[in-house]
């Protein structure tokens, strides 16, 4: 049947997914590799190193974010 549970657990699988293994795969850990052909002693490391950092932890939160959405969800869900 249908109801607050599954409509909460179903949002908690869509927010892991997407949320955490699509940021992951999709935007962390393509900028993990490049970082990781760059020589770390390189300019081009250092150019690339303020904006690895940036955009690693922009995504990095979403992913967070997402995680918790996706934790709060399961646990209504089981509160339901």
Known sequence: GG???VVL???AGV???LGSFG???GFNVPRNERLARL???SPEAADY???YVREWLL???VRTAASIVSS???AGALAA
């Open 39 to 41: 020589a770390a002693d």
């Open 3 to 5: 109801g607050p549970r």
């Open 23 to 25: 940021v992951t795969a």
């Open 59 to 61: 995504w990095n939160h």
């Open 49 to 51: 190193w303020p904006v």
């Open 15 to 17: 927010a892991y997914v």
């Open 9 to 11: 657990l179903g949002v």
């Open 72 to 74: 709060a969800c399961a």
